[in-house]
């Protein structure tokens, strides 16, 4: 089993900024792919951003490129999400995810934290 555990969520006016953290408990094959989703009330749950964990390749959602920043920490087992430019349309729960593939679905992801919540103020 793996753990992931978020934090870095909060409440931010319009064109400030957030970091997200992702901890994971260890680096497995399910692990090749950590990334991030977010779901806003009434949405489907969207693909935030993705990076292959031995590469560090890394994928965006279009809503989000030249915005947001992934990262990673292997000596640490961390994956982070740095948001700037904040729009309230960016407003929603962010869930921190695992998997062996990157991939727009989020069925493909095995492991997933428990949320944290971005509120994005106008």
Not at 8 to 34: D, H, I, P
Not at 58 to 70: A, E, H, M, P, Q
Request: hydrophobic share 30%.
């Amino acid at each position: 089993q793996v753990q992931l555990v978020e934090s870095g969520g909060g409440s931010v006016q319009a064109g400030g900024s957030l970091r997200l953290s992702c901890a994971a408990s260890k680096y497995t094959y399910y692990t090749n792919c950590m990334g991030w989703f977010r779901q806003a009330p009434g949405k489907e749950r969207e693909r935030v951003a993705t990076i292959y964990t031995d590469s560090s390749m890394t994928l965006y959602g279009d809503s989000v490129k030249g915005r947001f920043t992934i990262s990673q920490d292997n000596a640490k087992n961390t994956v982070y999400l740095e948001m700037n430019f904040l729009k309230p349309e960016d407003t929603g729960t962010y869930y921190c995810a695992a998997g062996p593939y990157c991939t727009l679905v989020p069925g493909n992801y095995n492991y997933w934290g428990q949320g944290t919540q971005v509120t994005v103020s106008s």
